[in-house]
Each structure stands twice: as structure tokens, then as C-alpha cells.
């Protein structure tokens, strides 16, 4: 089994050795709101923090933003993503355009606020070009994300997904879709397992919904780096809580990597 390569956050291992990290969401409309959050998850102890940034009331106002990413990661003592997820792709509908978004993204990099940035594939090329270069420019590690919240795409849609996100100079690539059946769930695992033959960067994938949990719990095995967990608030349908999270993980790590403390086999 090819190991899932880790996220590095300042050239470190985000998690440790421990596979796969665990994300939880903030998604709170104010900063008091997202203050509750942060107290009510850090103790938690997920490995990232997600400030998704689309359900923040104050998204235009960037020392608002600055400040707000500053206090959480100094509350938390947890390294910050910085998402904004757009309406076709999930996320909340904005008081503010592309071009102000983008602002918010640069004036975030730069103050090194958060560690992490997640900006979508199906954004602008010039502006991936220009986030990529501000991002590497304030040693910002940057995910390269597309998300279908309607249906899976086919095999080679997906192939296509993680290789744009490679071609564009993500540091990690994601994807996200919906499945139908439970065949979907598989077909995400296995362009999951083609893109970590393939490509040499972390991967995050994540099938949503119910049936989709297998991802969440077991997508490190084919080469997910990260899984998405309830602290507090829930970011998209069949987040699991962290606390369950945790405890099938445990099952199936030590299950997998022959963890076990049981006799062994033959003895
Ligand atoms: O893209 C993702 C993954 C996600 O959609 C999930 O299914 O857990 C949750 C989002 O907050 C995040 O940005």
C-alpha cells in the first residue's frame, strides 16, 4: 500500500505520523459566534481549523478578516485554513464580487494570518495564477479544490480534477462529490488511488452524504491525507462528529497498519 502523503504546515507533517489529519469547520457569521466555536473545538484538538470564510458576515472588511484569523489561531494554538467556498460549489452566497474576494485571499497571504488557503479550480486562471504566486511568495500553502454537491463525475472527469490542481501548482489537491449509489463511493476511492500512483502531492477526497462515510472514515488508505469532522458546526452533508470520527479510525488503523494488540495471527 502506497502511504498517503502528508500536508506539511511550515515543512512539518500536519497530524504528525498519524493518518489521516483531522478538519474541523468554523462557520460562524460573527466573530463572537466563531469565538464560541473556537472554544467549544480546540479542546477537541482537531489538526486544522477551517474558516470557512463564506459564512463570515464581515468577508469584505480584511483587517476584520486579519484580526479574526490572528485571535483564532492564537485561542486554538491550531494552524488555520482559509476557505471561501462558493454558491455553485456549496458555499454561502456573498455581499461581495470575485475581484473583492480575491483581495480578501492577498491581504490574508500576506499578513500571514492562517497557514492554509483553499481556492476552487473553477476559479479564473489569472487569478489562481496571481493567488499562487501571493500564497508562495508568504510561504501560504495553497489546496486546489473542485466540489459536486449535485452527482460524481465520471473516472476521467475526476482524473482530470486532481491533474489540473497538479498542473496549477496546488500544494494539495481536493476533491469533493456527491454520490448516488454506493458505486460512486468506489469510484471516488479508486481515482483517489490513481491520482496517488500518479501524483506526488497530498490529496484530499471526500465523498459526501451518508453514503459517503466510508470516504471520510477509510479515505487515507487510498490516499486521502485529510477528512473533514463535525467540532461544532457542520460544512456539508455527512460530516461525521469528531468523537465518532476518532473512534472508527482507531478500529480501522489498527486494523490496517497491524496496530493491534490482539494475539497474533497463528499463535
Ligand atoms: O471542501 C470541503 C469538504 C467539505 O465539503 C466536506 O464534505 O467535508 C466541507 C467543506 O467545508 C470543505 O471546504
Wanted: glycine share 8%; aromatic share 4%.
Amino acid at each position: 500500500m502506497k502511504a498517503s502523503i502528508p500536508i506539511l504546515i511550515g515543512g512539518r507533517p500536519l497530524g504528525g505520523d498519524a493518518m489521516p489529519a483531522i478538519i474541523t469547520p468554523l462557520v460562524g457569521r460573527t466573530r463572537a459566534m466563531i469565538f464560541e466555536e473556537v472554544a467549544a473545538i480546540a479542546p477537541k484538538k482537531p489538526n486544522l481549523l477551517e474558516w470557512r470564510i463564506d459564512f463570515f458576515e464581515a468577508i469584505g472588511d480584511h483587517q476584520a478578516v486579519i484580526d479574526t484569523a490572528l485571535a483564532i489561531r492564537q485561542a486554538a494554538s491550531i494552524p488555520v485554513l482559509l476557505t471561501r467556498r462558493s454558491v455553485a460549489e456549496g458555499g454561502q452566497s456573498l455581499a461581495i464580487d470575485e475581484a473583492a474576494v480575491m483581495a480578501m485571499y492577498t491581504a490574508a497571504c500576506q499578513a500571514k494570518c492562517i497557514e492554509l488557503i483553499d481556492y476552487e479550480l473553477s476559479s479564473a486562471p489569472a487569478d489562481i495564477e496571481a493567488l499562487r504566486k501571493v500564497s508562495r511568495a508568504n510561504g501560504i500553502g495553497m489546496i486546489l479544490s473542485y466540489h459536486n454537491f449535485q452527482m460524481t463525475p465520471d473516472a476521467s472527469t475526476l482524473d482530470e480534477k486532481f491533474a489540473a490542481a497538479v498542473r496549477l501548482g496546488a500544494d494539495v489537491a481536493k476533491v469533493a462529490v456527491m454520490p448516488h449509489n454506493d458505486r460512486d463511493v468506489l469510484e471516488l476511492l479508486a481515482a483517489t488511488r490513481r491520482a496517488r500512483e500518479k501524483h506526488d502531492l497530498p490529496l484530499i477526497s471526500i465523498a459526501m452524504g451518508g453514503l459517503g462515510a466510508l470516504s471520510r472514515i477509510a479515505g487515507w488508505i487510498y490516499g486521502s491525507s485529510a477528512t473533514f469532522a463535525i467540532g461544532q458546526g457542520c460544512s456539508a452533508p455527512g460530516q461525521i462528529a469528531i468523537e465518532d470520527l476518532r473512534t472508527a479510525l482507531s478500529i480501522i488503523r489498527h486494523a490496517v497498519l497491524g496496530e493491534s494488540p490482539g494475539t497474533p495471527f497463528g499463535s
